[in-house]
């Protein structure tokens, strides 16, 4: 059936480092992807998304690329602040591109000063 | 734009309680989605209301149900509550089935 495996957590790191969060999902079909970050006490807000094979989607210095090969979404970061100490997300719609969203199970990233 | 808002943002009740969250979508969203939180669980998806007509459901006991008002606005609602489902509920809406946009969530607390 449709899952997302991400990597497990906590990862920390120091200030400026360079992150990687391994995600890989099985699912028919080729849906859209997602990372999600949640910060203490919120809610979850969209960080980037791709829709398509090949698409890297980036944002705040964060990028992932659909790799339909290896069905998988890595994000990264080439340094990593204090302020990106948080949990990170993988998702995807399902097959067939249904309203309901997959997660991971949510890698936590600790970054130090 | 207005963001997703829920209320109440916490809420504590008792065993055997009943509990109704409310949603409010990013307007012009007609979709909304409600998953349910857990340290144990993960993020799990409950169901998705899109124009008044429930779309998806999730593995849920009908315990919990929902509805969509013409407005998109959204209710959960959990009847008999028990320990278990202290969580935090998180709505999000979207246009069709697109990307998700999440509101800040509501802490249930079951004593």
């Known amino acids: 059936g449709d899952s997302v495996t991400q990597m497990e957590g906590p990862v920390t790191l120091s200030e400026e480092a360079f992150l990687t969060i391994n995600c890989t999902y099985t699912a028919t079909g080729y849906p859209s992807l997602f990372w999600y970050v949640q910060y203490p006490g919120e809610g979850l807000q969209l960080l980037l998304k791709?829709?398509?094979?090949?698409d890297k989607g980036s944002n705040k210095g964060f990028e992932a690329t659909y790799r339909k090969e290896t069905t998988s979404f890595h994000l990264e970061k080439g340094s990593v602040q204090v302020s990106d100490s948080a949990v990170y997300f993988c998702?995807?719609?399902?097959?067939?591109?249904?309203?309901?969203?997959?997660f991971g199970q949510g890698t936590t990233l600790q970054v130090k000063p | 734009k207005a963001g997703v808002t829920q209320t109440p943002r916490y809420l504590i009740k008792t065993r055997g309680q009943q509990v109704t969250l409310s949603c409010s979508p990013i307007s012009g969203h007609r979709s909304v989605s409600w998953y349910q939180q857990t340290p144990g669980q993960g993020l799990q998806f409950l169901f998705e209301y899109f124009s008044e007509t429930q779309r998806n459901k999730g593995n849920f006991p009908g315990r919990f149900s929902g509805r969509q008002f013409s407005n998109s606005r959204s209710e959960m609602n959990v009847s008999t509550l028990e320990l278990g489902d202290s969580a935090l509920y998180l709505c999000?809406?979207?246009?069709?089935?697109?990307?998700?946009?999440f509101g800040p969530g509501t802490r249930l607390l079951v004593l």
């Open positions: 998702a995807h719609h399902g097959s067939g591109n249904t309203g309901k969203l997959i």
């Open positions: 999000a809406s979207s246009s069709r089935k697109e990307t998700q946009y």
């Open positions: 791709a829709t398509k094979a090949d």
